[in-house]
């Protein structure tokens, strides 16, 4: 505790006390999904279960819906559907990270949670910020109930990480495993090339390169939010880079987020396979996963894209806020594919249905669940009127298109290459949409904004059958 941290506690407690009673009323808040009280939302952080409750921490602006300075809000959760707002836990109150808590992740060890996360400072003077001018520091936060911070400590800066590298390095992911400590932080190279350090420790504060991950040919100029776990038997990497050029229907976001498999040993191998795209999306950037006590790997994500403002908009911003994370999703390998689908917990949110066989037109509940099974023909589901979701079995592609602009705020039209077509899952949350297609293993996510009496659907499509499920009230 100290004099600035104690003024950000204060101000924090104001703008708490003055947004009381507002969210109540926002039309385009969702139910299932988690979105800040106030301010811009971005990359989900330190997500864990401890002593049984789910935490999820989150990048937040808490004054700015338009993004500023980076503080790490909180929710917590006994089911991975009610999320609780438990307030700002985490402030940049730091000679080490006096211009933001920036992303990182957390370890539950001997009923102590550990945040680490990267505290970033922005020097005065003449700087480009990438080669000069910025520290990106790895900091540890020691929290003794997993809502309030006890102690930080810096662990690393810039002069610890490889010569080659700019100063750009950041989001540290942290496991322990066979008796030690892994990490990895993602990074740029002086040659403009994405990276992923990995690091080892034998007691969480002194750490020793290890080796690093990178592609046979540059992929993106930086590497953001890197995660490192083993699913199935498949040790996977998952990364966000930034920089990689559209290819087709590929790499149509400002920026991705997917994953590769590695062979070996990831402390040996270097090595990465084929970077495949986690979502199709619009909006999906810095996913993070971490283990639940019950063996599952769960993984959440930004529902949002970086550096986007001035090609679609969000338009809770003129209600104090921005942005939300995706719905907690459940991994897995099939058929060598990584798949995504929501919590099985969420078949307990819904109480009512109706069936639905063939075409069907009919009024939706603004958070309600459309699963449909077909004869992998063509289909064709429009939602609110303007947001189109079809399959063309002729081309084999799945296609997510907005043709009313005002609904999308300025999306416009994402496809990906699908095989036949024969399950269909859409989770409609108020403001937000996530498409799971067979079985997850191709999802598209995005943004939307219908007015209250704009929430509807038109399906058509040769041998539909399925159901909607809703919640009343």
């Not at 910020?129 to 690393?156: I, P, Q």
């Not at 400590?181 to 350090?197: F, K, P």
Request: proline residues 4%; negative net charge.
């Amino acid at each position: 505790m100290n004099a600035l941290h104690t003024a950000w506690e204060k101000l924090i407690e104001e703008e708490s006390r003055r947004q009381k009673g507002r969210t109540d009323q926002d039309l385009w808040r969702p139910r299932l999904h988690i979105a800040p009280p106030a301010g811009w939302l971005n990359d989900p952080n330190g997500l864990c279960q401890y002593k049984g409750i789910y935490h999820a921490f989150y990048q937040l602006a808490y004054f700015q819906p338009e993004g500023g300075l980076k503080f790490w809000g909180h929710c917590t959760s006994r089911d991975l559907l009610h999320w609780e707002f438990q307030g700002v836990p985490l402030c940049p109150d730091q000679p080490f990270d006096c211009h933001g808590a920036y992303s990182g992740s957390a370890l539950i060890e001997e009923d102590q949670m550990y945040l680490f996360y990267t505290g970033n400072v922005k020097l005065l003077g003449e700087h480009d910020y990438v080669n000069t001018g910025r520290e990106s520091n790895t900091v540890m936060a020691v929290s003794s109930d997993g809502m309030r911070v006890d102690t930080k400590e810096l662990l690393m800066t810039n002069g610890d990480y490889p010569d080659d590298l700019t100063r750009h390095v950041r989001d540290p992911k942290v496991w322990k495993q066979d008796g030690r400590y892994y990490m990895v932080l993602g990074a740029r190279t002086r040659e403009d090339e994405g990276t992923v350090l990995l690091f080892s420790s034998e007691d969480k504060k002194r750490w020793n390169y290890v080796h690093r991950f990178r592609m046979e040919k540059p992929f993106g100029y930086m590497w953001e939010c890197p995660d490192l776990y083993v699913l199935d038997g498949h040790t996977v990497l998952s990364i966000s880079p930034q920089g990689v050029e559209q290819d087709g229907l590929r790499f149509a976001n400002k920026y991705q987020s997917g994953t590769c498999f590695l062979s070996g040993d990831f402390r040996e191998t270097k090595a990465l396979g084929e970077f495949r795209e986690l979502d199709g999306g619009f909006d999906f950037y810095a996913p993070q996963t971490f283990l639940a006590d019950d063996g599952r790997r769960i993984q959440i994500g930004w529902m949002g894209m970086p550096d986007m403002e001035k090609v679609y908009r969000n338009w809770t911003v003129g209600r104090g806020w921005q942005n939300m994370l995706t719905i907690p999703r459940e991994l897995s390998v099939r058929d060598g594919i990584l798949c995504q689908n929501p919590v099985r917990e969420l078949k307990e949110w819904w109480k009512e249905e109706r069936r639905i066989k063939g075409t069907y037109s009919g009024p939706l509940e603004p958070c309600c669940e459309l699963e449909l099974t077909t004869e992998g023909g063509d289909v064709k589901v429009v939602l609110a009127g303007g947001l189109v979701l079809r399959y063309e079995k002729a081309e084999g592609i799945f296609w997510m298109e907005f043709t009313d602009p005002l609904l999308g705020g300025g999306r416009d039209i994402r496809g990906r290459q699908v095989g036949a077509l024969q399950e269909l899952r859409i989770l409609v949350d108020v403001s937000g949409v996530e498409v799971f297609l067979n079985g997850g293993q191709d999802v598209f996510s995005t943004r939307f904004y219908p007015e209250k009496d704009q929430y509807h659907a038109a399906i058509e499509g040769d041998g539909i059958e399925g159901v909607l499920r809703y919640r009343e009230g």
